[in-house]
């Protein structure tokens, strides 16, 4: 029973499957499946709509014959459209504390671009992970190995950019890449910007973009083949308009 995402906007996708009948249970990546609203199908394709821009969803679905159920299945998981942020002299940053997406294990933020992943031991990774939970609801952005990951689009013209975020290793020190790329379904075109190195304890990272065209390009944190487990917080991208 699989299940494909297709012509996803910002209010709606269809989603599409195999079955004579089906029962779908979908809502944000956060919410529980037991809190889900549900819909039964005996089409070949059901279309989600009310849906809420710029926001990760999941899908449930399971067979249904009369009033017997299978069981659910890996889950789809996709994100409605994210236009770009719009900074300006009014809101001249952007922030992400990763602190708002709970602890369900299909969270992670809006807008963000998983686009290589890494399997190890049952775990995915860019991943979303609690740590010194001693502390409080405190959350970081797990990359591992080559696992790498794009920040949303910024609607800039002519503007220059600056991000500072916190990183660190628990596994010890290791080397990771933050740089540009303009299509996220193309490897090739990433541009390195600067190769980064992060220790066990918490290093602060500021990273100045006045040198390169950021328009139409994506900020990227990739891994390395030997990368360790590498924690990113509280990420800010900052807008410095152009002097004449």
Not at 70 to 80: A, N, R
Not at 103 to 125: D, I, K, N, W
Not at 174 to 197: H, K, M
Request: glycine residues 4%; charged residues 20%; contains cysteine.
């Amino acid at each position: 029973l699989a299940l494909v995402a297709s012509d996803a906007t910002s209010a709606s996708v269809a989603v599409d499957y195999q079955s004579a009948a089906i029962q779908l249970a979908y809502g944000p990546a956060t919410q529980d499946i037991d809190s889900m609203p549900r819909i039964v199908s005996m089409l070949d394709t059901v279309e989600l709509t009310d849906l809420t821009a710029a926001t990760n969803y999941v899908v449930y679905a399971r067979s249904i014959c009369g009033v017997d159920t299978g069981d659910w299945v890996q889950p789809l998981l996709f994100g409605t459209d994210c236009q770009p942020y719009v900074l300006d002299d009014q809101n001249p940053s952007y922030t992400e504390s990763f602190n708002l997406y709970g602890e369900h294990p299909y969270a992670f933020p809006s807008c963000y671009t998983r686009m290589q992943r890494v399997y190890e031991l049952g775990v995915e990774y860019p991943s979303l992970k609690r740590v010194n939970a001693s502390e409080g609801d405190r959350h970081v952005l797990n990359l591992y190995k080559d696992a790498s990951v794009a920040l949303p689009a910024f609607n800039l013209s002519g503007e220059k950019l600056t991000i500072t975020f916190n990183s660190y290793s628990p596994a010890g020190n290791t080397y990771y890449y933050i740089g540009l790329q303009d299509d996220l379904s193309d490897p090739s075109t990433f541009q390195e910007v600067r190769e980064l190195y992060t220790k066990s304890n918490l290093t602060s990272q500021t990273i100045d973009f006045s040198k390169y065209k950021v328009e139409g390009k994506y900020i990227v944190f990739k891994g390395q083949p030997n990368t360790k487990m590498l924690y990113i917080d509280n990420v800010v991208v900052t807008r410095a308009p152009e002097c004449f």
